[in-house]
């Protein structure tokens, strides 16, 4: 689906960055690296948000049982690793710039919590053609949806990893929908994740 995402957007010519909140080790956003590469020669900015120190805390009471059971009990909201999820940096770097051979001119990496990072990646970041949000639990996914939802571009994708999975990410998106006069509709990738277009 991410890959016929990016071939859509190319072809349709709808503008703006390739933009990943939680990247892991680069997975997803080597696959959109590859799918714009497709394309022809790569204009895209690609920018990926991530702490590279795993996830931090869970609010409890927000993110569900399951939540504070991954995160071994703490679940105050901290912003502080849980140690799950850890990757560094360079192992997303070394994919994207070595391997794939993406433009180090087009690609961004933002590191630090997405409170911290994503307010000032917005007022860098410009015009979003593919906004992927991987931020698991409901404080990650919110300031994403606030923050970054704006920029993208009439006929540009939003993708949700964990609608279906985590509670908390399910919450914050129906949550930030519902603010929608008219929502767009929220269509499935698998038993986890969903998509919108942006009208």
């Given amino acids: 689906t991410l890959w016929q995402q990016v071939r859509y957007l190319d072809r349709s010519r709808i503008p703006g960055a390739l933009v990943e909140c939680g990247t892991w080790k680069g997975g997803a956003c080597g696959l959109m690296a590859l799918a714009h590469l497709a394309s022809g020669p790569p204009s895209r900015p690609l920018h990926l948000l ?11 009471e927000r993110d569900g049982e399951g939540a504070v059971r991954y995160a071994g009990g703490a679940a105050t909201g901290a912003l502080k690793s849980i140690g799950r999820a850890v990757a560094r940096l360079e192992e997303c770097r070394d994919l994207l710039e070595r391997m794939i051979n993406y433009p180090n001119t087009l690609t961004h990496y933002h590191v630090g919590w997405f409170q911290d990072t994503v307010p000032q990646a917005a007022a860098r970041i410009g015009a979003i053609s593919l906004l992927r949000l991987d ?8 300031i994403c949806l606030e923050t970054l939802t704006p920029l993208v571009s ?8 964990d609608y279906g999975h985590w509670p908390g990410c399910r919450k914050a998106v129906d949550e ?8 767009p509709l929220l269509n499935h990738i698998d038993g986890a994740g969903r998509y919108w277009i942006a009208p």
């Fill in 135 to 142: 931020g698991d639990w409901y404080d990650s996914t919110k």
């Fill in 154 to 161: 009439r006929g540009g994708i939003v993708v949700i990893d």
């Fill in 176 to 183: 930030f929908l519902d603010t929608f006069e008219q929502p």
């Fill in 50 to 60: 991530d702490s590279f120190g795993g996830f931090p805390e869970p609010r409890a």
